[in-house]
């Protein structure tokens, strides 16, 4: 049993540890934008949407965009799409950038949420397992513990997409250095805790 706790700590400390320092680095450093101008008018239009802070605003602007864009399309007929797009670039590129943002934002609240209520449930294991543990369950103990690091792991990794406005994304990278740490002080109590209990 001791060989896996040892096994267990230095594993999930070497990851913590990483995420931590990867979640800071992100955080305080920021975007690094590429010194090259963007070619195309849609990534122009997306960088500027992105810096924009207020979401209602972006909602209500998209929202004129669209009907600007539905009114043109039923002046012009189905053959002339395309060239109606070409006629009115900024008016489509700044649309789709809006559409864009406005994804990416929603999947970066979405993310945060589940961030809690993920890890909560895997606290939740990890105490179940402690107190297994502490009653002389040990496999059984370990049997949980193990699962509820995992799941704070996962949702304390890094994200898989890097997008949306820049205050969503800080929010983002702040919730999970917090559960990064909360997990990290959360793994080494209870390896204290499992040595005392050990050395009695």
Same mark, same amino acid.
């Given at each position: 049993?001791?060989?896996?706790?040892?096994?267990?700590?230095?594993?999930? #400390?070497?990851?913590?540890?990483?995420?931590?320092?990867?979640?800071?680095?992100?955080?305080?450093?920021?975007?690094? %934008?590429?010194?090259?101008?963007?070619? %195309?008018? @849609?990534?122009?239009?997306?960088?500027?949407?992105?810096?924009?802070?207020?979401?209602?605003?972006?909602?209500?602007?998209? $929202? =004129?965009?669209? =009907?600007?864009?539905? $009114?043109?399309?039923?002046?012009?007929?189905?053959?002339?799409?395309?060239?109606?797009?070409?006629?009115?670039?900024?008016?489509?590129?700044?649309?789709?950038?809006?559409?864009? %943002?406005? /994804?990416? /934002?929603?999947?970066?609240?979405?993310?945060?949420?589940?961030?809690?209520?993920?890890?909560?449930?895997?606290?939740?294991?990890?105490?179940? #397992?402690?107190?297994?543990?502490?009653? #002389?369950?040990?496999?059984? #103990?370990?049997?949980?513990?193990?699962?509820? @690091?995992?799941?704070?792991?996962?949702?304390?990794?890094?994200?898989?997409?890097?997008?949306?406005?820049?205050? $969503?994304? $800080?929010?983002?990278?702040?919730?999970?250095?917090?559960?990064?740490?909360?997990?990290?002080?959360?793994?080494?109590?209870?390896?204290?805790?499992?040595?005392?209990? /050990?050395?009695?």
């Amino acid at each position: 049993m001791k060989g896996l706790q040892i096994t267990a700590l230095i594993i999930f #400390g070497c990851i913590f540890s990483t995420q931590a320092i990867r979640h800071v680095h992100v955080y305080t450093i920021g975007f690094e %934008e590429s010194i090259l101008a963007p070619a %195309e008018s @849609f990534y122009q239009m997306k960088e500027s949407v992105r810096m924009e802070e207020s979401t209602d605003e972006l909602l209500s602007e998209y $929202e =004129a965009t669209s =009907a600007t864009i539905e $009114e043109l399309r039923k002046e012009e007929s189905a053959a002339d799409q395309l060239v109606l797009r070409q006629k009115h670039l900024d008016l489509f590129a700044r649309n789709d950038a809006l559409a864009s %943002e406005l /994804r990416q /934002r929603e999947e970066t609240k979405r993310e945060i949420r589940d961030i809690w209520i993920f890890s909560c449930a895997g606290m939740v294991l990890i105490g179940i #397992g402690a107190l297994c543990y502490a009653r #002389g369950y040990e496999w059984v #103990g370990m049997s949980l513990i193990l699962p509820g @690091f995992l799941e704070l792991m996962w949702w304390s990794a890094p994200s898989f997409t890097i997008g949306g406005a820049v205050q $969503e994304f $800080e929010t983002l990278l702040i919730n999970k250095i917090i559960l990064t740490l909360i997990s990290f002080v959360l793994l080494y109590t209870l390896w204290f805790v499992a040595q005392r209990r /050990r050395a009695k």
